[in-house]
């Protein structure tokens, strides 16, 4: 029998957020633009890192001290295209919108720019940011490194994060095309999703230690966190299905978040401290913005853009497919969709909110109390 979701509307639920930040100590206009970071990822039906993510991923880890609610965004090199930014362990969205729009700006004026971002934490969805750029008619690049869960190639220690690298660039469509892909086979908060909803992973996601498949997303969280589980790159377990690929890119993204900025990097994400307690996770970001109008008018790269993408979905279909679909597009039809329902919400999501209102004190009825 199918679990009953109950549904709450964007607006509710950003607003909800927002007075929850701030009630934490968040600045009142940063808590508006983490929750706007986190709820984009529920509008575009990107579960795993949304809501779901709220409590244990932000409230709880500003409880534990490892997260700053005051955000110190300090430039400590700076050029006309470049930047270097600590973020002083703050809010990982504040971080991130900041470092984009200065890549834009700096793209505006010189063509290009780039930000590059240690001693920070979570961000959201990496997409958020590649679409800041789209939506400033330019193209958007960001990456970032992350938790240890990848085992490289030949190996099964996990050492290099889920690692999104992620691009934005504005089409003549209602959406642009937004690719934003880790670079382990599926992201960690995929299968935190799948331990919420109690389903089993496919075999080939996770191994074990000896090198074995794990389904169970439960005791694959647990072996994250003990070392003796870890995610395969993309293209799996090996090199014959070029899994050598995702462990590369897995591994660029790991290079330009933590050695252009002297950031930290590979175990050293684990958050563990050597007394075995928890410490800051100290993740690195970086943001490339480019002006499109440097090189061509901006819609006339939308323009072709637009027909690249509608010649792929007009192309022949595999045998009992009946929709080819492009980056982007999904997440734009689930938004249509959740405007109108809202957002799906399960016993263990309306549990952790419930329990962030009740220790926040915030005066808040969900839907479900109704």
Not at 231 to 250: D, F, Q, R, S, V
Not at 340 to 358: C, F
Request: hydrophobic fraction near 40%; charged fraction near 20%; include cysteine.
């Amino acid at each position: 029998m199918a679990e009953q979701l109950y549904y709450e509307s964007f607006e509710r639920m950003e607003q909800f957020m927002t007075d929850a930040f701030t009630a934490i100590g968040v600045p009142a206009e940063e808590a508006k633009t983490c929750a706007a970071v986190l709820i984009e990822s529920d509008k575009r039906g990107i579960d795993s890192h949304g809501v779901g993510r709220f409590k244990p991923i932000y409230i709880d880890r500003i409880n534990e001290g490892i997260q700053q609610v005051n955000t110190q965004f300090e430039v400590v090199r700076e050029g006309k295209t470049t930047a270097v930014v600590d973020g002083h362990d703050g809010m990982g969205h504040v971080i991130g919108v900041r470092s984009m729009q200065m890549a834009i700006d700096k793209a505006k004026e010189y063509g290009m720019g780039m930000v590059a971002v240690r001693n920070s934490t979570h961000y959201g969805i990496a997409g958020y940011y590649a679409i800041m750029a789209a939506n400033a008619g330019m193209i958007g690049i960001t990456g970032t490194n992350a938790r240890p869960s990848i085992a490289p190639t030949f190996g099964v220690e996990n050492m290099l994060g889920t690692n999104p690298i992620t691009f934005g660039m504005p089409t003549d469509e209602d959406f642009p095309f937004v690719l934003d892909c880790a670079t382990s086979i599926t992201q960690r908060g995929k299968i935190e999703h799948y331990d919420r909803i109690g389903k089993q992973m496919p075999v080939g996601w996770v191994i074990d230690s000896n090198g074995d498949p794990v389904t169970d997303p439960g005791a694959a969280l647990k072996g994250f966190n003990t070392g003796s589980c870890a995610l395969a790159p993309l293209g799996g377990i090996g090199e014959e299905l070029a899994g050598y690929k995702g462990y590369g890119y897995a591994t660029v993204v790991e290079i330009l978040s933590a050695a252009l900025q002297a950031g930290s990097f590979l175990k050293a994400l684990g958050g563990t401290g050597e007394d075995g307690g928890k410490r800051p996770y100290h993740l690195g970001h970086f943001f490339i913005a480019i002006d499109i109008n440097a090189f061509i008018d901006v819609d006339e790269f939308k323009k072709t853009a637009g027909e690249i993408l509608r010649q792929l979905r007009s192309s022949d279909k595999a045998q009992g497919q009946q929709h080819i679909y492009t980056a982007g597009e999904k997440e734009y039809l689930a938004y249509l969709e959740r405007r109108e329902t809202g957002i799906p919400l399960n016993a263990q999501v309306r549990k952790s909110l419930g329990d962030v209102r009740d220790q926040l004190g915030i005066d808040f009825q969900f839907v479900w109390e109704e």
